[in-house]
Nanobody, 128 residues
Framework: QVQLVESGGGSVQVGGSLRLSCAVSGYMNNRYCMGWFRQHPGKEREGVAA???????TYADSVKGRFTISHDSDKNILYLDMLNLKPEDTGVYYCAADTRCTVVGGDIFLHELEFAVWGQGTQVTVSS
């Protein structure tokens, strides 16, 4: 059974950066789909970025050019590098995984229902 454990969250000022990590344990198929989601207080969880085993990457419009998703297959760790952070990036960030991504128009479909396994989340707070 796959388990996901996030780390790297914290408090930063506007314009700062953070790197989130998601350690994957348990058996994982060679084909996979992994993503980052976030949830602002009082709002629904939203997709931030995703990557699949073919190397396809998709980002939410709000983070394009600032966030980078990557996967270290040797260590089996998913990363999210976040630059130029804004107050609206504040929220709990979740790592998620499934065996295959749904691809629509060349982009990974970033919806929480597409992912079966979830981590416990890590808090990111961006203050001005």
């Amino acid at each position: 059974q796959v388990q996901l454990v996030e780390s790297g969250g914290g408090s930063v000022q506007v314009g700062g950066s953070l790197r989130l990590s998601c350690a994957v344990s348990g058996y994982m198929n060679n084909r996979y789909c992994m993503g980052w989601f976030r949830q602002h207080p009082g709002k629904e969880r939203e997709g931030v970025a995703a990557i699949d085993s073919d190397g396809r990457k998709t980002y939410a419009d709000s983070v394009k050019g600032r966030f980078t998703i990557s996967h270290d297959s040797d260590k089996n760790i998913l990363y999210l590098d976040m630059l130029n952070l804004k107050p609206e990036d504040t929220g709990v960030y979740y790592c998620a995984a499934d065996t295959r991504c749904t691809v629509v128009g060349g982009d990974i479909f970033l919806h929480e229902l597409e992912f079966a396994v979830w981590g416990q989340g890590t808090q990111v707070t961006v203050s001005s």
